[in-house]
């Protein structure tokens, strides 16, 4: 129940309450506890030609259970408006492709590769300026912005793979003094753990693939706008013409995912701070990249950006470089080794060798996507697979 303010209106329900409600109102759905399937693909008119429920049209634009799953996304994360997508990656083209030829992108260099590379390859070709640059520098952040040409500045903050943190509000302040907009791809930090709107971020964007929907079983994206401007119209035009919707039923699982969110990311997050701590200065371990040790170079931005968790995302170094990595991994029996992030099972990944030559990946790295389990167990599982790594390797 919400509580009352001295003035008698119940306050705002906060974000977790929300989520596990899932953003349903049981009297307005006329009695079902959670939000129903819409499965329609096109939605009736009455004799004057109005929609009969303005939330559905043609559902390659517009279907209520994506609109369900949108309004607690724009909810949860402080914006006007939320659109889904059928990926992360779709969610990213739909914004770059609302530019025009001539505008210039400004990208941290170490990201997600797959939107990084896409973004290189994207921009050369259709005539965009596209710069890569260390955003966790500001200052040479903000260097690499053209007034009047850059368009989007586009971060990921805790970013791929080192959990480097970009200062958000630093970022949305070099990006507007220069007439572009702050992008923020928050996959890793999910509203639980930041909101980049309130931060002065413009477009937020998520792969739902990962802690929204958070059970391994849909793939999904995101973009939740601070402000419904002309951008962000053209914005949705691109997801409305292109087609790159999520189907009702996935939409609604992620709908369902989502009403965990909360209980998932904090547990995440306390299972990744005790393997942090416990593997920080392992006789095996080169190197643990995590924000919540006091000795990751971006701890401090992340204690102050980041609120009730650091993330569950955390890399190895293993000593003996990228063979005794890849053998350790070999000899996990929890952790499981395959590619994402934000399920309830924990993975592993050996980045170097997914990505390829070129990568600004060390070898000797490994990725950590905590999952919820036992704590104890993911920690003993670790240690068994690097008891067999010789020592001083
Ligand atoms: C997975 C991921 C993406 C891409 O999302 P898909 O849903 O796989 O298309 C983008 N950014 C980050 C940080 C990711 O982890």
């Known amino acids: 129940m919400a509580e009352n303010r001295p003035d008698g209106a119940p306050a705002p329900l906060r974000p977790a309450t929300?989520?596990?409600?899932?953003?349903?109102?049981?009297?307005?759905?006329?009695?079902?506890?959670?939000?129903?399937?819409?499965?329609?693909?096109?939605?009736?008119?009455?004799?004057?030609?109005?929609?009969?429920?303005?939330?559905?049209?043609?559902?390659?634009?517009?279907?209520?259970?994506?609109?369900?799953?949108?309004?607690?996304?724009?909810?949860?994360?402080?914006?006007?408006?939320?659109?889904?997508?059928?990926?992360?990656?779709?969610?990213?083209?739909?914004?770059?492709?609302?530019?025009?030829?001539?505008?210039?992108?400004?990208?941290?260099?170490?990201m997600?590769?797959?939107?990084?590379?896409?973004?290189?390859?994207?921009?050369?070709?259709?005539?965009?300026?596209?710069?890569?640059?260390?955003?966790?520098?500001?200052?040479?952040?903000?260097?690499?912005?053209?007034?009047?040409?850059?368009?989007?500045?586009?971060?990921?903050?805790?970013s791929n793979p080192t959990w480097d943190v970009i200062d958000i509000a630093?970022?949305?302040?070099?990006?507007?003094?220069?007439g572009a907009r702050l992008v923020v791809d928050s996959t890793v930090a999910t509203p639980v753990l930041t909101r980049p709107i309130e931060l002065g971020a413009d477009i937020v964007l998520h792969s739902a693939t990962k802690y929204l929907n958070g059970h391994s079983d849909v793939v999904a994206g995101a973009l939740i706008a601070a402000r419904e401007d002309e951008f962000w119209h053209r914005v949705r035009a691109n997801r409305a013409h292109g087609g790159a919707v999520l189907g009702p039923f996935e939409a609604w699982l992620m709908l369902r995912g989502m009403r965990t969110l909360y209980i998932r990311v904090a547990r995440a997050c306390a299972n990744a701070m005790a393997i942090a701590r416990h593997f920080d200065a392992h006789p095996k371990v080169a190197e643990v990249l995590y924000p919540g040790l006091e000795t990751h170079p971006g701890h401090d931005l992340a204690a102050r950006q980041m609120s009730g968790g650091f993330g569950g995302m955390l890399s190895l170094r293993v000593r003996g470089g990228a063979q005794a990595a890849?053998?350790?991994?070999?000899?996990?029996?929890?952790?499981?080794?395959?590619?994402?992030?934000?399920?309830?099972?924990?993975?592993?990944?050996?980045?170097?060798?997914?990505?390829?030559?070129?990568?600004?990946?060390?070898?000797?790295?490994?990725?950590?996507?905590?999952?919820?389990?036992?704590?104890?167990?993911?920690?003993?599982?670790l240690e068994q697979a690097l008891a067999d790594v010789p020592p001083g390797s």
Do not use: K
């Open 326 to 381: 890849l053998a350790m991994a070999g000899r996990l029996r929890v952790f499981v080794r395959a590619t994402s992030l934000g399920g309830v099972e924990s993975l592993i990944e050996h980045r170097a060798s997914i990505e390829g030559p070129g990568s600004p990946v060390p070898p000797d790295l490994l990725r950590l996507s905590v999952g919820i389990e036992d704590p104890a167990d993911l920690i003993a599982d």
């Open 112 to 158: 997600y590769w797959a939107l990084r590379d896409w973004l290189r390859e994207f921009c050369a070709t259709w005539g965009l300026g596209f710069d890569l640059v260390d955003a966790t520098d500001s200052e040479s952040l903000a260097a690499a912005i053209v007034p009047g040409r850059t368009r989007l500045v586009w971060i990921e903050t805790p």
């Open 18 to 110: 929300v989520a596990a409600h899932g953003g349903h109102d049981p009297e307005a759905a006329g009695g079902d506890v959670v939000p129903p399937i819409r499965p329609a693909t096109t939605f009736a008119r009455d004799a004057d030609y109005a929609l009969l429920n303005p939330e559905g049209s043609y559902s390659r634009d517009a279907n209520p259970t994506y609109r369900a799953c949108e309004s607690l996304l724009a909810r949860l994360e402080g914006g006007a408006g939320a659109y889904l997508f059928s990926s992360g990656m779709a969610a990213a083209m739909a914004v770059v492709q609302a530019l025009q030829p001539g505008d210039h992108i400004v990208a941290q260099s170490v």
């Open 170 to 178: 630093a970022a949305a302040r070099a990006a507007h003094a220069a």
